[in-house]
């Protein structure tokens, strides 16, 4: 939300209603949920091309001579060891070891960093940073209103852009970012994207984002390339086994609660917020296994929500945190954290339990899709 309360507009949101988006609040931003069929947008990421307005993220930049160890002593991973021009998914974590947010750090120089919050969490990681940047020569800057952010996912997505940039994407790995112009435009071309497809996120002036998306939108026209809404979004990354902030992850649990305790990296100089919790949460983890992130397959045609117990013989066994129906499954599938004792696939007798009625689901590993490379 803006300081008086209204709902935040990105550069692109005159032209979501000229296409007839159904608008949603997401985060405080009024963004477009679909444009047409949720199924078909899905469909169109999977098999030739989708572009999404994600303006609502949280760019940060974090410059200066200590810019690496203010971040390998904010956040979990290591930050210090990325090489320019790559990214690194990670988590900023409390004290405690709770989870503040999942993140993707670019380094785009020397000493220049730009950390990419979820919307809904921007404002608390950018005081997070700026209070844990005392005693460093580093300034943490909000650039939040200084980007508009484009993606183009889907099989199609390389060919496409490379119809309108002369920047080298064959060489461009994944989590790796570059800059360059597209359709005349200047923009940082990163190789990333939350849909589990081939893709790229293109981060912007906002003055130049309706040029771009119109750019985009015609060098798609032949390769099926359609708008794409935040509901499509939400179904690609749970097929493909991405957490959600609010839903996989929160400040309760530590990223080893999550599955995730890899982006910890204890083996990185000096200490770090969160380390001594998350020793000890490793600890926990290890001699006493948490709940476990599954994938849950419907039998019937009903689909889990949020909140939901996992149920086995009775009782509860889990959480579904995230559920919906999957268009390329042709199923309703979730993920749930559930008991160790039930997370192994095809453990027998797991349902779920919606209003009351205990409903079968096949208990799978993650993710539940995975693109042919």
């Not at 750090?105 to 809904?120: I, W």
């Not at 559920?323 to 095809?346: C, E, F, N, Q, R």
Request: a negative charge.
């Amino acid at each position: 939300m803006s300081s008086t309360g209204e709902l935040r507009h990105t550069a692109l949101d005159a032209l979501h209603r000229s296409l007839g988006a159904t608008m949603t609040d997401f985060a405080g931003w009024d963004m477009p949920l679909r444009y047409g069929s949720e199924r078909d947008e899905h469909n169109a990421v999977r098999t030739k091309a989708g572009l999404f307005d994600l303006s609502h993220m949280g760019e940060i930049t974090v410059t200066g001579p200590q810019a690496a160890a203010l971040l390998d002593y904010a956040l979990v991973g290591n930050i210090g060891g990325v090489k320019p021009g790559r990214a690194r998914y990670t988590m900023i974590c409390r004290a405690d070891g709770g989870i503040l947010d999942d993140l993707i750090v670019y380094r785009l120089g020397e000493t220049e960093f730009m950390v990419v919050a979820n919307a809904s969490n921007a404002q608390v990681v950018l005081d997070a940073l700026a209070e844990r940047s005392a005693g460093f020569d580093a300034e943490v800057r909000d650039d939040r209103d200084a980007y508009a952010l484009i993606a183009v996912q889907g099989p199609e997505s390389p060919g496409i852009l490379k119809s309108l940039t002369d920047a080298d994407l064959d060489g461009l790995k994944y989590y790796a970012g570059l800059p360059g112009t597209v359709a005349g435009v200047p923009a940082l071309i990163a190789r990333t994207g939350y849909t589990g497809e081939d893709g790229f996120e293109l981060f912007v002036k906002p003055e130049h984002a309706v040029e771009l998306w119109q750019a985009l939108t015609k060098a798609g026209e032949g390769a099926g390339l359609v708008p794409c809404g935040l509901s499509c979004r939400d179904t690609l990354r749970l097929e493909a086994g991405m957490p959600l902030y609010g839903h996989e992850l929160s400040t309760s649990l530590t990223p080893f609660d999550a599955g995730l305790g890899r982006v910890v990296k204890f083996e990185k100089e000096g200490d770090f917020v969160g380390r001594e919790a998350l020793v000890e949460a490793a600890a926990r983890a290890e001699q006493n296994p948490p709940r476990v992130l599954v994938g849950l397959v419907a039998e019937g045609r009903r689909v889990p929500r949020a909140g939901y117990a996992v149920v086995a013989g009775g009782e509860a066994v889990g959480e579904v945190t995230s559920g919906a129906p999957s268009p390329t499954l042709g199923k309703p599938i979730a993920m749930a954290y559930v008991d160790a004792a039930h997370a192994a696939p095809g453990t027998p007798g797991v349902g779920v339990d919606i209003r009351g009625s205990h409903e079968p689901y096949e208990v799978v590993a993650l993710p539940f899709y995975k693109r042919q490379k």
